[in-house]
């Protein structure tokens, strides 16, 4: 099974200085093996820490335990040896106490230290594998469902898996006052215990009627999120079309049922919890019970008594909470399970083992009778052929469906041909690494996205150490220059989230700026320049038309001022090159080319 990019080789530095360093360790890909066994390998890459942790919260549970063994000798020299001086037990007693309560804090310290880095890794694992997964993975999953998965469950996890090793320790200090419990008095010892064995009972039902509910829990969670997610995303469309009462309905409706999920839980807790925290009290009734009659017949000191009781309590501790235990560790199991389905997707796009890079091209691009089906069996591309010479630009003309888009995302191999094959310089893309493939196919969408950073660092994006003034000549070329010097702070000016904040021809202006300044040999512009005034079209293909001279481009047009760019024009139907030629010789001999341009040029008059 081919890995992952993120499993041999690290994200580059963005220059962040930094006190997390990265994850040290990735979850076991073996999807067999049980949750905790997956996530067991981060957590020891913390092992340091986690050791500390655990070994100084044993140490001073084992002080804990020594201060009623002191108290019963105390006590019970007192009584035998009357006007004896406590100060020396006392002195012990305090000093012992002291000591438990040092390696506590240091221990609690060590504990948090270690769950917040865990956590940090496991939401780095998760996001860096989202970013090595394709298109297709995002075409059928909410982004509100990832944002979930990366907080809420990710937080479940983590604290069962740090916070549950502790309770364990506090069993093994259970063991150990039960040891003392015996050195006091055998028979009350196993009376003392003997409500534990059904307490034992209860904890395994309660995890098998808890394990469902809660995966339902985090499931509704992720829906919540998912509409909080897109009425953010689409606060626009929402107040366009006056449905803000329609979104709070729906996002109520969703509140509603994690409700039910939530009451449901508490029911079952209620249900199962107070048998989890009473039975202990009836092992302390009995222990009373039995150890007063003993003491009253002479068997058993009060001093002994009296340190018999402050163990059980001990013995106790870890038991009373093996219901919060139980419920972490259900709902860890199904936040574990839903991360799992993220971290087990493989990518579509896979970068051969033996994948070459591409250095310097001439730009020859060949679609060798390419077919491609989307993942719901929509077939886009049928035979399509064509080849676009090195320097050439060529448009690709077709009506709204063809697969002009569609050529530009397997271009770069954002999807996989599933027939056929493209080329650069007569190599298959899919032999080429895909850092350097993107690195020479520089690529313009119809929808521009902005980062909420400032305009000189969203251009300089793919450059992050490009100088201003190369970022300044970018933006020249892209005839954004004039309207950033406008804005309040210039360069400088942060943009709003996705660019709101900027009108649609200026994110797309930006976003051109972008793409120049990584300087790429092939360029492809998807409708580029859809959301941009044809005056201001015509002046940025004027600077356009220079830097395009020594790279081949693609251009996805609709506007017959886009398509003048071009050399020569690709009309695709069905699927096919159902004509090639320059824009005058296809207006003279296509019918299909004059009836495409006059539906774009009708529909551009009406808006």
């Known amino acids: 099974m081919p890995k992952s990019p993120v499993e041999h080789q690290k994200l580059p530095d963005q220059g962040l200085n930094t006190r997390y360093s990265g994850p040290k360790a990735r979850v076991s890909p073996i999807t067999s093996l049980e949750w905790w066994r997956r996530i067991l390998p981060v957590l020891v890459s913390h092992r340091l820490t986690f050791f500390i942790a655990i070994s100084l919260s044993f140490v001073s549970l084992v002080f804990q335990t020594l201060i009623p063994n002191y108290l019963n000798y105390a006590l019970t020299?007192?009584?035998?040896?009357?006007?004896?001086?406590?100060?020396?037990?006392?002195?012990?007693?305090?000093?012992?106490?002291?000591?438990?309560?040092?390696?506590?804090?240091?221990?609690?310290?060590?504990?948090?230290?270690?769950?917040?880095?865990?956590?940090?890794?496991?939401?780095?694992?998760?996001?860096?594998?989202?970013?090595?997964?394709?298109?297709?993975?995002?075409?059928?999953?909410?982004?509100?469902?990832?944002?979930?998965?990366?907080?809420?469950?990710?937080?479940?996890?983590?604290?069962?898996?740090?916070?549950?090793?502790?309770?364990?320790?506090?069993?093994?200090?259970?063991?150990?006052?039960?040891?003392?419990?015996?050195?006091?008095n055998v028979e009350l010892a196993f009376v003392a215990i003997s409500v534990m064995p059904f307490l034992y009972l209860i904890g395994l039902r309660m995890r098998q009627v808890m394990f469902p509910i809660s995966w339902i829990t985090q499931a509704r969670l992720a829906d919540v999120a998912t509409i909080v997610d897109e009425n953010i995303n689409g606060v626009r469309v929402v107040k366009s079309f006056a449905q803000e009462k329609a979104e709070v309905n729906r996002l109520a409706d969703a509140s509603e049922r994690v409700t039910w999920a939530y009451v449901k839980d508490a029911e079952?807790?209620?249900?199962?919890?107070?048998?989890?925290?009473?039975?202990?009290?009836?092992?302390?009734?009995?222990?009373?019970?039995?150890?007063?009659?003993?003491?009253?017949?002479?068997?058993?000191?009060?001093?002994?008594?009296?340190?018999?009781?402050?163990?059980?309590?001990?013995?106790?501790?870890?038991?009373?909470?093996?219901?919060?235990?139980?419920?972490?560790?259900?709902?860890?199991?199904?936040?574990?399970?839903?991360?799992?389905?993220i971290l087990d997707e493989h990518s579509e796009i896979v970068e051969d083992p033996n994948a070459?890079?591409?250095?310097?091209?001439?730009?020859?691009?060949?679609?060798?009778?390419?077919?491609?089906?989307?993942?719901?069996?929509?077939?886009?591309?049928?035979?399509?052929t064509a080849e676009i010479q090195p320097g050439e630009t060529v448009a690709l003309v077709g009506r709204t469906g063809s697969g002009k888009s569609t050529v530009a995302r397997l271009l770069t191999r954002f999807y996989d041909v599933t027939g056929g094959a493209i080329k650069i310089d007569d190599q298959d893309i899919r032999n080429l690494t895909l850092h350097s493939l993107r690195e020479h196919v520089g690529v313009v969408m119809d929808e521009p996205f902005l980062f909420s950073v400032s305009i000189r660092d969203n251009i300089a994006y793919g450059r992050p150490d490009a100088s201003l003034d190369e970022v300044i000549a970018a933006a020249r070329a892209a005839n954004a220059h004039?309207?950033?010097?406008?804005?309040?702070?210039?360069?400088?000016?942060?943009?709003?989230?996705?660019?709101?904040?900027?009108?649609?021809?200026?994110r797309q202006r930006v976003a051109i700026a972008r793409t120049l300044l990584t300087n790429p040999p092939i360029l492809i512009l998807d409708d580029a320049t859809s959301a941009i005034d044809v005056h201001v079209e015509t002046a940025i293909y004027r600077a356009?038309?220079?830097?395009?001279?020594?790279?081949?481009?693609?251009?996805?047009?609709?506007?017959?001022?886009?398509?003048?760019?071009?050399?020569?024009?690709?009309?695709?139907?069905?699927?096919?090159?159902?004509?090639?030629?320059?824009?005058?010789?296809?207006?003279?001999?296509?019918?299909?080319?004059?009836?495409?341009?006059?539906?774009?040029?009708?529909?551009?008059?009406?808006?």
Not at 489 to 501: F, K, L, P, S
């Open 77 to 184: 020299g007192l009584i035998s040896h009357h006007g004896q001086s406590l100060n020396h037990d006392v002195t012990w007693i305090v000093g012992i106490g002291v000591l438990t309560g040092i390696t506590g804090v240091i221990s609690r310290n060590y504990v948090f230290q270690t769950a917040y880095n865990v956590e940090a890794d496991l939401r780095s694992l998760i996001y860096e594998h989202m970013t090595w997964l394709s298109f297709s993975f995002y075409d059928r999953v909410q982004s509100g469902q990832l944002i979930s998965r990366a907080n809420s469950d990710i937080r479940s996890v983590q604290m069962y898996s740090t916070f549950a090793p502790l309770i364990v320790v506090q069993l093994f200090i259970g063991v150990l006052a039960f040891v003392f419990m015996l050195r006091i």
């Open 268 to 341: 079952l807790r209620g249900v199962w919890a107070p048998w989890i925290q009473n039975l202990p009290q009836i092992g302390l009734v009995l222990v009373l019970f039995f150890g007063g009659w003993m003491v009253y017949q002479g068997k058993l000191g009060v001093g002994a008594i009296l340190a018999f009781n402050a163990y059980l309590l001990m013995l106790q501790a870890p038991f009373m909470m093996l219901g919060q235990l139980v419920m972490m560790g259900q709902r860890a199991k199904a936040s574990a399970g839903r991360i799992f389905e």
């Open 356 to 384: 070459s890079a591409l250095n310097e091209i001439s730009g020859k691009i060949t679609f060798d009778h390419v077919q491609f089906d989307y993942a719901n069996g929509t077939r886009v591309l049928e035979d399509f």
């Open 482 to 506: 004039e309207f950033i010097e406008r804005l309040p702070n210039g360069y400088d000016t942060v943009v709003g989230e996705r660019g709101y904040t900027l009108s649609g021809g200026q």
């Open 544 to 607: 356009l038309e220079t830097l395009l001279e020594h790279r081949t481009t693609l251009v996805i047009a609709h506007r017959v001022s886009t398509i003048a760019l071009a050399t020569r024009v690709l009309v695709i139907e069905n699927g096919r090159v159902a004509a090639s030629g320059t824009h005058e010789e296809l207006m003279a001999t296509s019918d299909l080319y004059n009836d495409i341009l006059s539906h774009d040029m009708s529909s551009e008059a009406s808006e």
